[in-house]
């Protein structure tokens, strides 16, 4: 997916370029699964196994992590390789060392839109906390559903069953 698509999906949600490149900071924590970034370290074009947008180190732990990828499909990497449990700014610092980990990470970095906000973020870890709050609570009331329209789930990550 591109820089602009992306821009369009959030911007189509009523958020700035700005507010996305924060959002997308909550990538400072949890983790991929290989088989989503698997493209950038393998065959990924005619010239080149590996993206050039990595850091060549960075590719090679990968490419080492994932090599069975196919076979393991849980397999996954960090999306914050320094301070993969800690929320902060590293992800920022991250993209500009070339370990982004996405393709959209790397593309934030490159392109002129986002990139601002980004060194912004990697520079000041409050400035991207402030941020990532206002946006967090504007996300938060987005499409919220109420009264039998929705559900508070037991589990975050399952809809509730229902049983007669």
């Known amino acids: 997916m591109s820089m602009s698509e992306v821009i369009k999906i959030f911007t189509s949600k009523g ?23 698997s493209q950038r370290l393998f065959k990924f074009n005619k010239s080149s196994d590996i993206d050039p947008a990595y850091n060549p180190e960075y590719a090679a732990g990968l490419k080492k992590l994932c090599e069975n990828y196919t076979k393991d499909p849980s397999m996954s990497a960090f999306n914050d390789v320094i301070t993969p449990t800690k929320f902060d700014n590293m992800y920022y610092k991250n993209l500009r060392k070339g370990m982004g980990l996405l393709a959209t990470d790397s593309a934030m970095f490159g392109d002129s839109r986002t990139r601002p906000f980004v060194d912004t973020y990697a520079e000041d870890e409050n400035k991207f906390f402030q941020d990532f709050a206002r946006a967090m609570e504007k996300l938060s009331v987005l499409h919220v559903k109420t009264g039998t329209k929705g559900e508070v789930r037991s589990r975050c990550d399952s809809f509730n069953t229902l049983s007669y």
């Open 15 to 37: 958020f700035s370029v700005q507010e996305m490149v924060a959002l997308v900071g909550a990538h400072t924590i949890g983790l991929s699964h290989c088989n989503q970034f």
